[in-house]
């Protein structure tokens, strides 16, 4: 909660702050790498950097959550610090990184803004930027703590057991314990980092979901290759397309992500999108482990039926459940799917049962799509559940 004395400071300074809240981040993350160029080489996504987007999930972060410390005094966002925690957790993030980003975005902020940043605005937005940073640590204690981890300890060692070709772009390994042991419980849905040294000398980092049940000896993760391979926002999953094969040695985090399949026999919509598959693999091989009867609706979109990865194991896996149903929409589909639809989800000709929790994995447009339909059906914000990979690019939302 913000002090009485800081929340009418950023009331009244929040439109210019967020007006220039861009410039600030692309600021402050020059200044930082200036600092500290072994963090753009070897930690921040390079790719994301480039592109922008990096930039703009840091500055829609902070004015959404000084935004809601102003609208929702008494509460938190919970689930946009909780994607936020998860991921700095697969990266290995420590608390004393918090103090040097302090230290360049506070540098940035008074540059930009000039004399606008007086002792009194300064103060204020230092509280804001404290409340986050330590309501994120402490999240982050939690995560390394359940995980029996030291702070930003994650990393371990794994071999590539196997490799298959999903599709012309999509390619999956298994991955083992270097010393042949069980690989380690997870979550249904979440995911690792994989990290790869790049031939610049950069060590780049990567998620990936866990794209089969947790249980069994080995994990598994399935990799898209990104366009613009010869670009910093390809270079991760090309050089695993190109260099990963059965025998090689990878680095990777402990599992970790929010989005994970809930206890209970409540009624489940998994609707994904291209790769986004992946979690839902994992959540649906785990139900049909259990013997789960709980009513299951799979809906998947792609481009056409050869680019949807794990086609004949999602067809599989929804055959083992009772009551559990799969749709097909693709933008090509052709001949080799005439049960499925043509074209984008529609979120209206699908049959919703009351008190469905959904979960959206895919590309922001189509988990944006998704949950406005499923919002104007009637079904609640805080039953819509979604993963980003990449900067999460839509804060602020459940």
Not at 122 to 145: F, G, H, K, P, T
Not at 343 to 351: F, K, P, Y
């Amino acid at each position: 909660m913000l002090s009485t004395e800081s929340a009418p400071v950023i009331r009244a300074t929040l439109p210019a702050v967020g007006a220039a809240i861009e410039e600030i981040t692309a600021l402050f993350y020059r200044k930082l790498f200036e600092a500290h160029p072994e963090l753009l080489r070897d930690l921040f996504n390079r790719g994301n950097q480039a592109n922008g987007e990096q930039r703009k999930a840091l500055a829609g972060s902070i004015a959404a959550f000084a935004g809601m410390l102003l609208e929702r005094p008494d509460s938190r966002p919970d689930a946009m610090l909780a994607r936020i925690a998860n991921k700095h957790a697969s990266l290995g993030i420590t608390s004393d990184q918090y103090k040097v980003v302090h230290t360049h975005l506070f540098a940035a902020i008074a540059e930009v803004l000039g004399d606008a940043v007086t002792p009194e605005v300064a103060s204020a937005w230092d509280e804001v930027y404290w409340l986050m940073a330590n309501a994120l640590i402490a999240a982050e204690a939690r995560l390394y703590q359940e995980a029996g981890a030291a702070e930003g300890e994650v990393w371990r060692t794994m071999r590539v057991a196997g490799r298959t070709q999903e599709t012309a772009d999509t390619v999956s390994l298994v991955l083992r314990s270097e010393d042949g042991s069980p690989a380690g419980p997870f979550r249904p849905g979440q995911y690792v980092s994989v990290q790869v040294e790049l031939p610049d000398g950069a060590r780049q980092i990567r998620q990936y979901s866990l794209s089969a049940a947790p249980g069994g000896t080995d994990w598994r993760i399935t990799v898209k290759q990104v366009q613009g391979a010869g670009t910093p926002e390809g270079e991760v999953s090309s050089w695993l397309h190109r260099e990963a094969k059965a025998g090689d040695l990878l680095t990777v985090s402990m599992p970790f992500g929010d989005l994970v399949l809930p206890d209970g026999d409540g009624p489940l919509l998994l609707a994904s999108a291209g790769i986004g598959c992946t979690p839902m693999l994992a959540m649906l091989g785990h139900l049909a482990e259990t013997g789960s009867t709980r009513p299951v609706q799979v809906v998947h979109a792609d481009r056409t039926p050869a680019d949807h990865a794990h086609l004949t194991e999602l067809q599989e896996l929804v055959q083992a459940l009772p009551k559990a149903a799969l749709e097909r929409w693709y933008e090509q589909p052709g001949d080799a799917a005439p049960q499925a639809r043509a074209g984008l989800v529609d979120v209206d000709a699908l049959e919703l049962p009351a008190g469905v929790t959904a979960y959206l994995c895919g590309p922001l447009p189509f988990m944006r799509a998704v949950r406005e339909g499923l919002l104007r059906r009637g079904v609640s914000a805080s039953a819509v559940h979604y993963e980003v990979f990449g900067p999460d690019l839509w804060l602020g939302q459940n």
